[in-house]
């Protein structure tokens, strides 16, 4: 059996992409003289909230999440934060590709409302890996990328603030369902509001929570 290792090098937010994407860098290391003719990858990440502290601030915006800071001891549990394929090409001894991670900004997505309530610092994530190689001299063999193969890796918060930036910029957005959204479309159209932002404003403030 080939022996596969892997290693996360650096994450970016992909520039280029039409929606939200972060690129993870993988190395790729597999037994010495052994040519792999091709991997097909199954990558899952999660988010280990465990693995880092927190301020007052961000505790009051995880409440949602994980419940008074007191009960963190039982209550941080890793969270699924994206599930890809990745196929690597042909290498022997070592190479490095791209994982690509769709994201989103919904605040309805766990991840999103973790990654959105964290000032600064790094985000403890945890890559899984499973899948199959193609392997072999003159020919080649199919073995399977045993599902113990993991990598850790620590994202920076900044790297996630600057996707969201790209595509968001100085907003987010939510998800309402859809008669939800016409009774609020309605209630624009009655005031004569010129935005959304003006709508959800003055909801706020008749209900004490914004100062006009």
């Known amino acids: 059996m080939t022996e596969f290792g892997f290693t996360c ?17 993988l190395r790729v290391t597999s037994s010495p003289g052994v040519p792999v003719h091709a991997v097909a990858l199954r990558c899952q990440i999660r988010i280990e909230p465990a693995r880092r502290g927190y301020d007052d601030a961000e505790a009051a915006a995880l409440t949602d999440l994980f419940g008074d800071r ?25 190479t490095e590709t791209d994982v690509v991670v769709p994201c989103t900004y919904d605040m309805d ?48 918060v900044k790297t996630w603030r600057e996707m969201v930036d790209q595509h968001f910029p100085g907003s987010g957005w939510i998800r309402l369902p859809g008669d939800t959204l016409d009774a609020l479309l309605a209630y624009r159209s009655r005031q004569a509001l010129p935005s959304w932002q003006a709508a959800v404003e003055r909801l706020l403030e008749a209900a004490g929570e914004r100062t006009p």
């Open 9 to 25: 090098t650096g994450v970016r937010a992909d520039p280029y992409a039409v929606g939200p994407a972060l690129v993870f860098r």
């Open 70 to 94: 007191s009960r963190w001891g039982s209550s941080l549990h890793p969270m699924e934060f994206a599930q890809v394929p990745v196929m690597v090409k042909g290498f022997t001894g070592e």
């Open 109 to 156: 997505v766990a991840a999103s409302r973790y990654f959105h309530a964290l000032a600064d610092g790094e985000v403890p994530l945890r890559m899984l890996f499973s899948g199959t190689a193609f392997t072999g001299t003159g020919g080649f063999r199919v073995e399977p990328v045993p599902w113990d193969r993991e990598a850790v890796f620590r994202m920076p």
